[in-house]
C-alpha cells in the first residue's frame, strides 16, 4: 500500500480505499457519496464503504464508523463574576423604612440607578400609595431626599420605589 490507499478494517472483511478518504463535510441525503468519502453526521465521523446516495451514515451496509462523540465531560469550575453594568430604562430601586429612618422628617434614599429619578412612589404601612408628600430632591445620581415631615410619626413600615 502506498500513502494514497487507506485500509479501513471492518471485522473479518477490510475495506480497501485508494487515493485516501476524501473529506465531504456535513452529511446530505441528497448527495451522492463515493467510497472513501467521509462525512459527519450527529457528531460522528463515517466513511463511505460501498456507493450511496440517501442512506444515512449509521447504515453500516453503506458507511463505517470513524469516530464517534465522546461522552459529556466534568462540569468545569465556576469563572470569575463580571462588572455589574449600568442600570438600563425602567430599572428600579425599592427600599422599607420606618419612622427611625427619618431625620426630622427628611428620608435619604441612597439607591443604585446611577441616573436622577424620573419618578418616585411611596407606599404607607397598609401599603397605599402616599401623596402629598412635601418635597423630593435629587441629591445626585446615586441619592435622593423625601420630606415626610407633613405626616408626623410613621406608623409600621413603609416602602418607597425609585424608577427611572
Known amino acids: ?65 470513524l469516530s464517534a462523540q465522546g461522552s459529556t465531560g466534568p462540569t468545569g469550575a465556576t469563572g470569575a463574576t463580571g462588572a455589574t453594568g449600568p442600570a438600563g430604562p425602567g430599572s428600579s430601586y425599592i427600599t422599607s423604612f420606618t419612622n427611625a429612618s427619618l431625620t426630622a422628617g427628611i428620608l435619604t434614599v441612597t439607591h443604585n440607578l446611577g441616573n436622577k429619578y424620573n419618578n418616585v412612589t411611596i407606599y404607607d404601612n397598609t401599603d397605599t400609595v402616599v401623596t402629598g408628600v412635601d418635597a423630593i430632591i435629587a441629591v445626585n445620581t446615586n441619592s435622593l431626599t423625601v420630606n415626610l415631615s407633613s405626616y408626623w410619626v410613621l406608623t409600621g413600615t413603609w416602602h418607597i420605589i425609585v424608577t427611572f
Open 1 to 65: 500500500m502506498d500513502i494514497n490507499t487507506t485500509r479501513i478494517l471492518g471485522g473479518l472483511n477490510p475495506t480497501i480505499i485508494t487515493g485516501g478518504l476524501i473529506p465531504r463535510g456535513v452529511y446530505g441525503a441528497g448527495t451522492a457519496y463515493v467510497v472513501g468519502d467521509a462525512v459527519s453526521y450527529n457528531n460522528s465521523s463515517y466513511v463511505c464503504i460501498l456507493a450511496t446516495t440517501g442512506h444515512v451514515p449509521t447504515n453500516t451496509t453503506y458507511w463505517m464508523l
